[in-house]
């Protein structure tokens, strides 16, 4: 399973929590953090999350 998401964070840093649902223990595999241009995601207000959610098999 394959998950991606965007935030914009609201100051210098962002938090993140894991929550085991009872499917064995949560992970993250990787996390990145990078600065974008302020217009490339124009349409996103700052309460919003951008969420891709893929399966592969």
Known sequence: MHHE??????GDGATV??????DGIP?????????MMT???GLMENKTA??????ID
Do not use: P
């Not at 998401?5 to 609201?10: N, V």
């Not at 992970?27 to 600065?35: D, N, P, Q, R």
């Not at 951008?50 to 399966?55: D, G, T, V």
């Open 5 to 10: 998401m965007i935030y914009e964070t609201k």
């Open 17 to 22: 929590c894991l929550v085991n649902i009872g």
């Open 27 to 35: 992970f993250i595999s990787s996390l990145e953090a990078t600065s």
């Open 39 to 41: 217009d490339f995601y």
């Open 50 to 55: 951008l969420f891709l959610h893929i399966r």
